[in-house]
């Protein structure tokens, strides 16, 4: 089974969608749509793990990565999320490399790590019919770790230097506003942060990965070798469907 870290590790483009409605029948129609990959938001959607588990069950059949940013770097919710069936994970806020040490252990049963073990109850393990899931689930999960503060950058080469951390993910919009710009993203101040983070990261060989914030920003991100990058929402496809389709019709 390819692990998504190893997709992000050969180097090609990965676009992927935002899914915030924590609907199973939108995110069923989102994973038939052709992307690399879904990100499911526990931080910042009406989401729980039920609404996640519907989810992750509607989008099963399609080639899709299905991503869950948890809504806080808490191993008790981590080990939730990687029991429902969820491979990649994206933790937000990453502002040391001691909290993402903490992070890699969280998703690591023992020795190797602090995950509780209930193997033949979790749907990541086929309800215990894979039988050798606790030995080797590691070699599957994907940690992505989300850079959007003052302080995550000023720590990022410590953080990206730890060992599991397998990427890390730009978050423009609070970046924005712990650089003093909030609601301003595009400010050349907090360009020119993730501009150099950017390099950072790549300078320490990982994977980079970033909310773009319109079309013709993903496909630059992509061009200066950004491996994944979020094009879109699906709260924004179908807020500026809809006014498009009333402006057509109304004027």
């Not at 899914?19 to 910042?44: R, V």
């Not at 602090?114 to 050798?132: H, M």
Request: glycine fraction near 10%; aromatic fraction near 6%.
């Amino acid at each position: 089974m390819t692990s998504f870290k190893d997709r992000l590790n050969a180097g090609q483009p990965l676009l992927g969608l935002w899914q915030a409605l924590a609907n199973p029948y939108t995110a069923e129609i989102c994973a038939g749509a052709g992307y690399d990959w879904l990100l499911f938001d526990g931080e910042h959607a009406p989401n729980t793990v039920q609404t996640l588990l519907a989810q992750l069950q509607a989008v099963a059949p399609y080639p899709v990565e299905p991503v869950a940013r948890v809504p806080i770097g808490d191993p008790a919710i981590i080990k939730q999320y990687l029991d429902i069936g969820f491979r990649t994970l994206l933790v937000p806020m990453m502002e040391s490399a001691e909290q993402a040490r903490h992070m890699v252990a969280a998703t690591r049963f023992p020795p190797h790590g602090i995950r509780g073990v209930a193997s033949a109850t979790s749907r990541a393990s086929r309800f215990g019919a894979d039988t050798g899931y606790v030995a080797t689930a590691h070699e599957t999960v994907t940690l992505i770790v989300q850079i959007e503060s003052r302080a995550g950058l000023d720590a990022l080469d410590r953080i990206a230097q730890v060992d599991g951390v397998d990427a890390l993910f730009i978050g423009p919009a609070d970046l924005a506003a712990s650089l003093g710009h909030l609601g301003d993203p595009r400010h050349l101040d907090v360009q020119a942060a993730i501009a150099d983070a950017l390099a950072r990261i790549a300078r320490a060989g990982k994977p980079a990965g970033i909310f773009a914030l319109s079309p013709d920003d993903a496909r630059a991100r992509i061009a200066d070798g950004v491996t994944f990058v979020s094009v879109g929402t699906d709260v924004g496809l179908l807020a500026s469907g809809a006014r498009a389709l009333r402006t057509t019709v109304a004027g």
